[in-house]
């Protein structure tokens, strides 16, 4: 009997605790704000789309987010939430759980500085960063697997603007350009494999401009006006 009514107080014990964990979750507090655990499902499953824990409405502490994949849900997504602002702490996550990038999102926008790295892999494959409006801004970097620089750039409230630069894995200038508004502006170099020059001239609004000066395997074998259309000396 002692048996009996021992088994009977641990089913009631585990019943009565599940039931108070359901309840305890997707709660609103007086003000009809979400307030403690929530977690919510992908419509009509039982699979996870998120999780996490609100404060009289406002998200704190880790929040969970997953993607569906194959009918199961996997984590996509961990934002770390504080209780001063809406500003939090991303990371996101590829189907094998590597971390594809991580910075700062405000709301739906990225700001600060982000960084992506290449499939599989923890190497860096972009740094960029992010004005408070959500537009690049600042220096760019695209690296190479074997972590050359591959591509430097700058941008100004979301556009081009400055001195860009494009490098071979083998770490040769290849490509030397400056740019206003995402437009193609002033002095361009171009050069080979080896880092010998092969074109240098002017843009103007992405238009070449003026002499341009061409060239193979170093030495200058044409001139031509792009503006005029003239060719202004020629290699025979």
């Known amino acids: 009997m002692i048996k009996q009514n021992i088994v009977l107080l641990s089913f009631l014990t585990l019943f009565l605790t599940v039931g108070y964990a359901q309840k305890s979750k997707n709660q609103y507090d007086n003000a009809g704000k979400r307030h403690g655990l929530w977690t919510k499902n992908y419509h009509k499953t039982d699979q996870k789309r998120y999780e996490g824990v609100f404060k009289h409405g406002k998200e704190i502490d880790s929040f969970k987010f997953y993607t569906l994949s194959a009918g199961k849900s996997v984590l996509s997504a961990v934002k770390?939430?504080?209780?001063?602002?809406?500003?939090?702490?991303?990371?996101?996550?590829?189907?094998?759980?590597?971390?594809?990038?991580?910075?700062?999102?405000?709301?739906?926008?990225?700001?600060g500085e982000w960084t992506f790295y290449h499939k599989n892999s923890s190497d860096k494959m972009i740094v960029e960063h992010y004005?408070?409006?959500?537009?690049?801004?600042?220096?760019?970097?695209?690296?190479?697997?074997?972590?050359?620089?591959?591509?430097?750039?700058?941008?100004?409230?979301g556009k081009l603007y400055g001195e860009s630069k494009w490098f071979s894995e083998q770490n040769v200038l290849l490509r030397h350009t400056h740019y206003i508004e995402d437009d193609l502006e002033g002095k361009a170099i171009n050069y080979d494999a080896d880092g010998k020059k092969t074109s240098e001239g002017?843009?103007?609004?992405?238009?070449?401009?003026?002499?341009?000066?061409?060239?193979?395997?170093?030495?200058l074998t044409k001139e031509i006006n792009h503006t005029t259309k003239e060719v202004i000396s020629k290699k025979e």
């Open 202 to 219: 002017d843009y103007s609004k992405n238009v070449k401009v003026g002499k341009w000066n061409y060239y193979e395997n170093g030495e």
């Open 131 to 157: 004005n408070n409006d959500g537009l690049l801004e600042g220096e760019r970097f695209v690296y190479f697997k074997n972590g050359s620089l591959a591509e430097s750039s700058n941008y100004k409230n």
């Open 80 to 111: 770390v939430f504080n209780e001063k602002d809406s500003i939090a702490d991303v990371t996101f996550f590829s189907s094998t759980k590597k971390v594809i990038s991580e910075g700062k999102m405000d709301g739906k926008r990225f700001i």
